[in-house]
Nanobody, 119 residues
Framework: VQLQAFGGGVVQPGGSLRLSCVASGDIFRINAMAWYRQAPGKQRELVATISSRGTTRYEDSVKGRFTISRDNAKNTVYLRMNSLKPEDTAVYYC??????????????WGQGTLVTVSS
């Protein structure tokens, strides 16, 4: 199983980006998915999660600005980021709890995509 994240880039403060993360491989079912980020010199932090049924949770600093969603048919999770701030600058990682069979679930990480918010 592989998770591939893309969509990062350079954006001005107040701008928007949409990140995507596609899971591929021997997938029976994908349960929870999430986005994390790691800013320079800081620990990785959880940004948003979405359950298999679509229940979402957000870190306080992104509430009202970021939206996590998923397309189960495409094994894809998205992160729509609006009103971006310089402090959102980080490498963003996707994460998924993937079942490769009815009895086995593993945690997988994408490779990260860099988001830079700068004027």
């Amino acid at each position: 199983v592989q998770l591939q994240a893309f969509g990062g880039g350079v954006v001005q403060p107040g701008g928007s980006l949409r990140l995507s993360c596609v899971a591929s491989g021997d997938i029976f079912r994908i349960n929870a998915m999430a986005w994390y980020r790691q800013a320079p010199g800081k620990q990785r932090e959880l940004v948003a999660t979405i359950s298999s049924r679509g229940t979402t949770r957000y870190e306080d600093s992104v509430k009202g600005r970021f939206t996590i969603s998923r397309d189960n048919a495409k094994n894809t999770v998205y992160l729509r980021m609006n009103s971006l701030k310089p402090e959102d600058t980080a490498v963003y990682y996707c994460n998924g709890e993937v079942q490769t069979s009815p009895n086995y679930e593993f945690e997988y990480w994408g490779q990260g995509t860099l988001v830079t918010v700068s004027s």
